[in-house]
């Protein structure tokens, strides 16, 4: 394995509510990438980081914020969960080795009522 | 908008077929991968491609890289049953980050 867990697995919320969702890696990987996942879209990077505290946008960044305070974890935080952002959401890891590969987490299904 | 758009978006085949799978943008990658997930799993990659023109062979899957390096595409020979899963292409932007933008995804059913 690759060493890289995300928590919580699964998670049911109520709309309006603050959620945050942990990816935590042990290879010393300096991206780190956060997607959602729905069908008929394919992956959608909602937010990366390429370092602690270095984060930038992705493609569909509204209505989420991403933390990096140490190399082995990024948080993304839902500030005020709406139902559009029930989905599937992944994180992932990748060095800066050329080899050009995303390493993905088992994902985290968030249902929000 | 999809940066990347994948085609077809859903292919129920019979196992020993061949078929292509399409990954085309307007935009040009600095390297292009392809990826097959399975259910409940994250994606796992398959193979990268760099240059433009490039073609890799991995065992009964052909990947080509278009010499723009704006498109690519996935060949499955003689399909079998266990290449059911999804198929999602993948492009780092050539702005010199290491972002990737995934494609739309092609789920492949391959029919005993």
């Known amino acids: 394995d690759a060493g890289i867990t995300q928590s919580p697995r699964h998670k049911v919320t109520e709309t309006g509510t603050p959620v945050t969702l942990r990816c935590h890696q042990t290879?010393?990987?300096?991206?780190m990438y956060w997607y959602r996942q729905d069908p008929g879209h394919g992956l959608r990077l909602i937010h990366y980081s390429y370092g602690v505290k270095d984060t930038d946008k992705g493609e569909v960044s509204d209505g989420y914020s991403v933390s990096r305070s140490k190399t082995e974890d990024f948080l993304l935080t839902l500030e005020s969960a709406t139902s559009s952002q029930t989905s599937v959401y992944f994180c992932a890891i990748s060095d800066t080795s050329g080899a050009n590969v995303l390493t993905f987490g088992a994902g985290s299904r968030l249902t929000v009522l | 908008t999809q940066l990347l758009e994948q085609s077809p978006q859903f292919l129920s085949i019979q196992e020993g077929e061949n078929l292509t799978v399409y990954c085309n943008s307007s935009s040009v990658f600095s390297s292009l991968q392809w990826y097959r997930q399975e259910p409940g799993e994250g994606p796992v990659l398959l193979v990268t491609v760099v240059t433009g023109g490039e073609v890799k062979k991995l065992k009964r899957l052909t990947f080509q890289f278009g010499d723009a390096r704006k498109d690519s595409s996935l060949h499955i020979t003689a399909a079998q049953t266990g290449d059911t899963g999804l198929y999602l292409c993948?492009?780092?932007?050539?702005?010199?980050?290491?972002?990737?933008?995934f494609g739309t995804g092609t789920r492949l059913k391959v029919l005993a």
């Open positions: 290879e010393n990987h300096r991206y």
């Open positions: 993948a492009g780092r932007m050539v702005s010199g980050t290491y972002k990737y933008i």
